[in-house]
């Protein structure tokens, strides 16, 4: 069964500091990898997505992922914090189920908060 | 384009109730996701709905079930709450989730409160 660890629970970054969220990943076969975020009382917003090809993906808001296959890794990345990115990030990995279909596995999220 | 739609957004109801959630799908989205999120558990996945019939199912009890109208929109149910069904209960669609590649889009949740 799949499975996605975000060892992070809580960061604390600095307004205009590099941003990097870890996420690893256990599925037998290629890994279809996302990142949400969710704002407070919202529900979740993709941000980007990995299916094949260049394994450094970009997304919205200035965020980018790469996914590396021998770490089992899909880590988020931002060059510069901004106070607007404080939110809940999670990691997910979508499986193709056995009647059709897929449905998404996810880790327990990173809380991010930004000083100002 | 609208995106996912759920109403209510806010419930409140007493142990033993049975409560209705209602989720429309983005335009020319065929699948419907359901997802309970809750501090202790996470995200966990409920179940799926494709062309009416439900194509898979998340481990939870028979309490919760759900069904999908023919324009695609959903409804998840919960009979004989409990105290632990407290949550924020998200609906997501995509549009056929044949593919393991569908993406799938996320409306703003239930929260659902049960005393």
């Known amino acids: 069964a799949q499975s996605v660890t975000q060892p992070d629970i809580h960061i604390t970054v600095s307004e205009g500091a590099s941003l990097e969220l870890r996420c690893n990943y256990s599925?037998?076969?290629?890994?279809?990898l996302f990142w949400y975020v969710q704002s407070p009382g919202q529900g979740l917003q993709l941000l980007l997505k990995y299916f094949s090809g260049d394994t450094l993906v970009q997304g919205i808001k200035g965020f980018e992922a790469e996914f590396k296959r021998s770490q089992s890794s899909f880590n988020l990345r931002k060059p510069s914090v901004h106070w607007s990115d404080a939110a809940e990030y999670f990691c997910a990995v979508g499986a193709a189920l056995t009647g059709g279909g897929n449905k998404l596995t996810f880790g327990t999220g990173t809380q991010l908060k930004v000083e100002l | 384009k609208a995106g996912v739609t759920q109403t209510p957004r806010y419930l409140i109801k007493t142990r033993g109730q049975q409560v209705t959630l209602s989720c429309s799908p983005i335009s020319g989205h065929r699948s419907v996701s359901w997802y309970q999120q809750t501090p202790g558990q996470g995200l966990q996945f409920l179940f799926e709905?494709?062309?009416?019939?439900?194509?898979n199912k998340g481990n939870f009890p028979g309490r919760f079930s759900g069904r999908q109208f023919s324009n695609s929109r959903s409804e998840m149910n919960v009979s004989t709450l409990e105290l632990g069904d407290s949550a924020l209960y998200l609906c997501a669609s995509s549009l056929s989730a044949v593919s393991s590649t569908d993406t799938q889009y996320f409306g703003p949740g239930t929260r659902l409160t049960v005393l």
């Open positions: 709905y494709f062309s009416e019939t439900q194509r």
């Open positions: 599925y037998g076969a290629t890994p279809y």
